[in-house]
Structures are given as C-alpha cells and as structure tokens.
C-alpha cells in the first residue's frame, strides 16, 4: 500500500499541505501530516527522517522563509523528498524557493512551486507509479481529464 509522509515546519503551514493530502487522498494514497521545525524542534525531524524508510515510500517538506527542514529530511534519508516552499509575508516565499532549490550536491530536493502542493502530490504519485502499476492508470486517467478540461 503506497503511502506518503507530509512533514511541515509549522501549524499555520497546514492549509497548504493539507492540499497535497487531499490530491493524494483522491489517488487512494493514505498520508499523515507532522509538524516538525528543523530549527525549533530538530530532534524531533532527525527522528522523523531516520525512521521514515519503513513507513512511507516519498516524502513531502513544506517550509517557509529559510525552509531548512526539506533540506535536514533529505540529508537523513534515502527516500524521494518533495519540498513545498511556502509563501511568507516577507519575501513572498522566494526566500523558502531558493533555500529548497539551492541544496548541496548529494542531498537533493525535488521542488514545486510557491504552495505548490498538488504538484507535490501529483510527482508524489508519479515517483510511487514506478513501484506500484495501480497508479500508472490512475495518473493517465487524471492526465486525459487534464486534456479534456
């Protein structure tokens, strides 16, 4: 059963990511959402990330301004990480896009848009499909809609 890890550095990150949950909810992909700061509470991410190859098979990040935490989870596991960067008031969320997308060799991210939490969950399903066929014909069935408006 394919399963997807929602990590978000705060509460009020939570409509944003809560949207990637409901795009993978209408694939039939169970989830579950934690909050975690990687500079508030890292103990708690490392924890998170060092125990994730078990339960999920991706993992999805949201985090705004300096967004480290998509970042710490990359470098603590060897699943497929997905960041999210998540638009602030300051810097309209270009700050949390560069820190994601600017991630040192070795450690990479895959990266969506500013609140770009559907794509996140579509590439989510698109990365699981090469482990589970069932999701091959969802995704094109969800691309001939697309087509289809």
């Not at 997905?82 to 600017?102: E, N, R, T």
């Not at 060799?105 to 770009?116: E, R, Y």
């Amino acid at each position: 059963m394919p399963k997807v890890g929602i990590i978000t550095g705060s509460k009020s990150d939570l409509p944003v990511v809560e949207r990637a949950q409901a795009t993978l909810k209408d694939f039939g992909i169970e989830s579950d959402i934690t909050v975690a700061s990687a500079h508030r509470t890292p103990k708690k991410v490392e924890e998170y990330a060092s125990s994730a190859e078990g339960k999920y098979d991706v993992i999805i990040a949201a985090a705004g301004m300096a967004a480290a935490l998509p970042g710490c989870v990359a470098a603590q596991t060897i699943l497929p990480v997905i960041g999210i960067p998540v638009h602030s008031k300051a810097l309209s969320g270009h700050d949390a896009l560069f820190a994601i997308v600017q991630m040192p060799s070795g450690v990479p991210v895959a990266t969506v848009a500013i609140d770009g939490a559907k794509n996140a969950a579509i590439l989510a399903v698109q990365i699981m499909a090469l482990k589970y066929p069932e999701l091959k014909e969802k995704l094109k069935a969800y691309k001939k809609k697309l087509q289809e408006g």
